[in-house]
């Protein structure tokens, strides 16, 4: 069996399927140039997003709705001790870049050393969106600068509060053809997990199927946490608050009969608050500071500030 090529500083390449974000670093040639690029500095490495021409100069139409290959991924000075770690640094990414965007981007194959042959492959379920993002995702400055500032906190709540489960719910409340009653479901399949998730992290005791308050004993009935309580608590630890009162109406409706009574429009409606309680939660619990789209109002160009 022939051994593979010799590195001295080896490079891990890895390849990304539907990440329409836009560059922020041109690359020259000796005829063009493109912007094309976006490194992004998290655990200490320089980790750069190099987008297809394709992406940055052509239709985004061409993308959406199909498993596009869209970027390639190139981390310098890599040792075999680092591939583990330098993976789950690209994968984190682009769990921020999904979240970001909408849609599920995914690191599906990746080269290591970079020019031995030696690919890893992944499955890889998911399609391009772009509908209505967190963030003008085809302003790489701005994706770069997010990832940054919220790689850190995501690392660290990634587990605990299941951050990659919430942000796939998400993603897949907006996959094409979703029915409205379905997209309800998941976000508040979502919001319920960052809920006990959160009751969790709070050490608050969850003891025969229920999340108790301080005055529960063993055998006692009642002297729980309800959904809207929790979700109270959880909002005020970010200084948000929220009147869930009618949507919580539709999620218990959906749940139990499997059918609403509200019209078309008001489900969409509720449907719009719920996942914008979720997506500004998650800013403000990765910590994001700065400008971003509120989902019921990214269609008419309306941004808010998270300071």
């Known amino acids: 069996m022939t051994k593979p090529p010799c590195h001295s500083n080896p490079q891990l390449r890895a390849f990304v399927a539907n990440c329409l974000m836009g560059g922020d670093a041109i690359t ?64 984190r990414i682009c769990w921020l870049l999904s979240f970001v965007s909408g849609c599920r981007v995914i690191c599906y194959e990746h080269e290591y050393p970079n020019g031995s042959g030696l690919m890893h492959f992944s499955a890889a379920s998911g399609v391009a969106q772009h509908f209505r993002p967190v963030l003008n995702i085809r302003d790489g400055k701005q994706v770069k600068a997010f990832v940054e500032q919220t790689y850190d906190n995501y690392a660290c709540l990634e587990q605990s509060r299941k951050l990659n489960v919430v942000i796939d719910y998400l993603a897949q409340a907006e996959a094409p053809g979703q029915l409205l009653e379905i997209r309800s479901v998941l976000v508040f399949v979502a919001l319920e997990s960052l809920k006990h998730t959160f009751a969790h992290s709070e050490g608050i005791l969850y003891a025969d199927g229920a999340f108790r308050k301080p005055t529960w004993t063993p055998g006692k009935r009642g002297h729980n946490y309800g959904f809207m309580e929790l979700v109270k608590m959880m909002l005020g630890k970010v200084n948000m608050t929220c009147d869930l009162t009618s949507a ?5 409706d959906l749940i139990h009969s499997g059918l609403s009574s509200e019209s078309f429009n008001r489900q969409r409606e509720l449907y719009e608050d719920v996942h914008d309680l979720n997506r500004e939660y998650m800013l403000r619990l990765l910590g994001y500071r700065g400008r971003y789209s509120p989902y019921a109002f990214e269609r008419r160009g309306i941004s808010a500030e998270i300071s």
């Not at 919580?248 to 218990?252: D, S």
Request: aromatic share 8%; charged share 30%; proline share 3%.
């Open 28 to 91: 020259e040639t000796p005829k063009k140039w493109i912007r094309d690029l976006v490194i992004f500095e998290c655990e200490g490495r320089s980790i750069q997003f190099r987008q297809k021409p394709e992406v940055i100069n052509g239709n985004l139409d061409q993308f959406i709705g199909r498993c596009a290959e869209t970027t390639e991924v190139i981390v310098a000075n890599v040792s075999d001790a680092d591939v583990v770690g330098v993976k789950l640094a690209i994968e």
């Open 248 to 252: 919580y109406a539709l999620r218990n």
